[in-house]
């Protein structure tokens, strides 16, 4: 198979439709040596697997360099085919991501206190987002005087986080329930609904 992940300009995009061939996703875990375990969704292929990195798998994403990957299977999206190992896939550009979701190896969590201090001066907003072929509904944190449609503006940061999300791909749901914590490409983002009585103005509080 190619390595490449950008999606071919004579396929169209909505011909991408979730299979319940594509089975189960392996549960990708550390091994000696370290790296974060990451779920990653491009256009065309669900992959898993370890990525070389310490520290906070945002800040290694935002910094935008090719990113060493291990112990990777993929799928692709259309549920042609099941998970299989894929060797020979050693490196990943972040900008072929269009979503994260980081597994084990990534830093602690806070704890409520510390989560309360960093998040002090932010505010939580639930949000609908429409990422093709994925949609998401989470939660996110912005600093006062910024709503949640600026997202959509040009960032440094790449990647933005949405917390206690769930990933659609058509009727199919990405991953195993809600998600502590979703990595969203901004560059594939094409809009935004704030969504009213969830945690919307409200000062976060996880």
Not at 25 to 30: F, L, N
Not at 97 to 111: H, Y
Request: avoid cysteine; glycine fraction near 12%; proline fraction near 8%.
């Amino acid at each position: 198979m190619p390595f490449g992940f950008r999606k071919q300009d004579d396929k169209p995009a909505d011909s991408v439709e979730a299979s319940a061939a594509m089975g189960p996703a392996p549960v990708p875990r550390p091994v000696a040596g370290g790296g974060i375990a990451f779920d990653g969704l491009t256009e065309e292929w669900r992959l898993v697997g370890v990525m070389e990195v310490s520290g906070r798998l945002s800040d290694a994403l935002n910094r935008r360099d090719a990113i060493s990957i291990k112990g990777v299977s993929w799928a692709p999206l259309d549920g042609s085919e099941g998970f299989s190992p894929v060797p020979g896939l050693r490196s990943i550009d972040p900008y072929d991501l269009i979503m994260v979701l980081p597994g084990e190896g990534t830093l602690p969590g806070f704890s409520d206190d510390e989560k309360t201090a960093h998040r002090v001066h932010k505010l939580s907003y639930g949000v609908a987002l429409e990422v093709p072929p994925f949609r998401v509904r989470g939660t996110v944190h912005l600093y006062p005087g910024s709503e949640p449609e600026r997202l959509l503006d040009r960032s440094n940061e790449m990647f933005f986080a949405v917390t206690g999300g769930l990933v659609m791909l058509n009727d199919q749901r990405i991953g195993d329930g809600q998600t502590d914590t979703i990595l969203v490409n901004r560059q594939y983002l094409r809009g935004v609904e704030q969504l009213d009585g969830d945690s919307v103005g409200e000062r976060s509080r996880t």
